[in-house]
């Protein structure tokens, strides 16, 4: 059975780049504790998220935006359907993007942010965590570059005003109607570059090991769950795997409970080209030609129905 690795992000970097790195390129996932992002700012997040979350129906979906594929503000439940899956999901979500200054040419790639009215407080609070998810990725993403054999700063420019998306998930208690085979997240790979994964101590999450076999995520209170996406896969032509997941719904007690989690899909910039570093291409494995994240992410989309 692969193990996933889990390390303190307060040791130096170059001492968990060797054991995340093994763990990113077996089975794509890693278990980050002491990742920097405070605690009293996630408590508040959470207080935030099941505020919204309780908002009447009718309220909420004001902050739906039809035909913007939910980049930001509110997507419904049971409206996502996860590529090749038979049935929706069963969760509600909210995206958050950049705030970016008036102006900025990256406005064409990155639709402006919706806040809730309703939820004082949200937009502030939001906005710190995405600043503090971004500088925890900054330096997951300084363990991967050592463990690749590159110098630490070697991701920085390409992730310097990402199309970074956070999703503030809501999964309700399971309610006796939903349709027989929906689960709260069906088996999907994730399209951007890292994703970092805050709540899953509740459980429900699992991956599927290169052997095919469906495996429990179960990280330690407060730590972050980091997976590799496919675009990250892409730059390293298949060295760093980007691995299906998916979300199983509760068996007993835990069924009445609702579940809330916290990706942050750390995104490279809308232009930087993905091209597979020289070091990972050989006779064995050919490599993908080279393309923009923004064109990446289009063709993704596109398949997934969002664009
Ligand atoms: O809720 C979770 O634990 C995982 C969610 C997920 O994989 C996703 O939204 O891409
Ligand atoms: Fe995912």
Redo the contacts with the bound molecule.
């Keep these: 059975m692969p193990t996933i690795a889990s390390v303190s992000l307060v040791r130096p970097l170059d001492q968990v780049a060797e054991e995340l790195g093994r763990s990113f390129a077996e089975t794509g996932f890693g278990v980050v504790r002491d990742h920097g992002i405070p605690a009293d700012l996630i408590d508040r997040a959470w207080a935030l998220c099941r505020e919204f979350f309780a908002l009447p129906e009718e309220v909420k979906r004001r902050y739906h935006l039809k035909g913007t594929g939910g980049a930001r503000g509110y997507t419904p439940f049971g409206t996502e359907q996860a590529k090749d899956a038979q049935d929706v999901d069963l ?1 509600e ?1 909210w995206h958050v993007g950049r705030t970016l200054p008036a102006g900025d040419p990256l406005e064409r790639f990155m639709a402006p942010n919706v806040w809730p009215a309703e939820v004082p407080g949200f937009r502030e609070t939001m906005e710190d965590i995405y600043g503090a998810f971004e500088a925890s990725g900054a330096r997951i993403l300084q363990a991967i570059a050592i463990s690749l054999g590159e110098a630490p700063d070697f991701f920085a420019d390409s992730v310097r005003q990402g199309n970074s998306v956070m ?1 503030l ?1 809501h ?1 309700p208690p399971l309610a006796p109607g939903a349709p027989e085979g929906a689960i ?2 069906a088996a ?1 790979e ?1 399209i951007n570059t890292i ?1 970092l ?1 805050l ?2 101590e ?1 459980s ?2 699992q991956l599927k090991t290169a052997d095919g076999e469906w495996i429990s995520v179960a990280p330690p209170e407060g730590a972050l ?1 980091v ?1 590799i996406g496919d675009m990250l896969q892409r730059q390293t032509n298949g060295h760093l795997k980007s691995t299906s ?3 199983v719904n509760p068996v007993g007690e835990a069924a009445r409970r609702p ?1 809330f ?1 916290m ?1 942050f ?1 750390l995104h490279f910039r809308p232009d930087f080209l993905i091209e597979p570093m020289e070091k990972f291409v050989d006779s064995a494995h050919s490599p993908l030609p080279p393309i923009t994240a923004e064109d990446y992410l289009q063709q993704r989309l596109r398949e997934i129905k969002l664009a």
């Design positions: 969760k979500f999703r998930l999964y709260r997240a999907h994730d994703t994964l709540g899953a509740e429900g999450l769950v997976n997941h998916r979300v579940r989690s990706p899909f």
